[in-house]
């Protein structure tokens, strides 16, 4: 991963990376994942990315796994200026490790490289059997997207057909068990209303697919960078002139 020397333009190089991750992730929705490496930064708070990794792992159920710092807490070692930090990590699908595994450091003569290896046991019967077992993917509804319109409509409709538990509601017997179990279940059902309305009128997303960096702004952007890309196409690819360079301007 690039390096975080804190300014804003190695930051957005980090978010940048992060994002072609995504991307690969993206791409095998039903695979587990693990990346090990350099990730330039230490879990310990102090690094402006640590936040976006911690976001990654949580938005494709990863794991991000703790390091046994029992003989040496330090991956990366710079002798001529003294300094050492843990920034080699591995980042995982939570089903291939067990609870409380750690990565180990391994020192070794031989390395000459100023950073150590790292080691990380994995559940390789996860790793055979397991190919498109992972977590179920999780989708979220997109309401800025959504059919309102629809929606109430089916709605309305799937409301109407409801019972409504009078003697429940009306009921004044404290903790009356048998209204309860009514109220429970109309409950229930005015919550399956809601549900069934949401599908055909409301559009929904795996998580992760959409990137969490992507604005309003860049979705304008892209649409004109997909218009000026047209026009250009259109006027028979000009090298040279206005409309080339408003393509190269777009890019
Ligand atoms: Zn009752």
């Known amino acids: 991963m690039p390096w975080d020397d804190g300014s804003i333009y190695q ?12 991307a690969v992730v993206d791409a095998h929705p039903n695979c587990n994942f693990l990346f090990g490496g350099d990730w330039n930064l230490c879990k310990n708070g102090c690094y402006s990315t640590e936040l976006c990794v911690r976001r990654f792992c949580t938005d494709n159920e990863l794991c991000w796994i703790d390091t046994c710092t029992d003989h040496i807490d330090y991956t990366y ?24 595994d750690k990565s180990a450091i391994m020192v070794d003569g031989l390395n000459t490289s100023d950073h150590f290896a790292i080691s990380l046991k994995i559940n390789l019967h996860t790793l055979l059997g397991g190919l498109g ?12 997207r959504a059919n309102l319109q629809l929606y109430q409509s089916v709605c309305a409709q799937s409301l109407a057909s409801l019972d409504l538990p009078l003697d429940a509601l009306l009921c004044t017997e404290r903790e009356c ?3 309860n179990c009514d109220l429970d279940c109309y409950y229930m059902d005015i919550v399956r209303c809601l549900n069934t309305a949401s599908v055909p009128a409301v559009p929904r997303v795996k ?31 000009p090298r040279s002139g206005e409309m080339q360079a408003k393509v190269q301007g777009s890019n």
């Open 11 to 22: 930051h957005d190089k980090y978010i940048f990376t992060i994002g072609c991750i995504q």
């Open 133 to 144: 077992s992972s977590a179920p993917s999780i989708t979220k509804l997109r309401w800025d």
């Open 177 to 179: 068990v048998k209204h």
């Open 77 to 100: 070692h710079n002798d001529t200026n003294d300094h050492y930090s843990l920034i080699d990590h591995f980042i995982c699908s939570a089903n291939l490790i067990g609870e409380g």
């Open 207 to 237: 998580t992760g697919v959409e990137k969490h960096w992507w604005s309003q702004e860049l979705d304008e952007l892209k649409s004109q960078c997909i218009e000026i890309t047209d026009q250009w196409r259109s006027a028979g690819y």
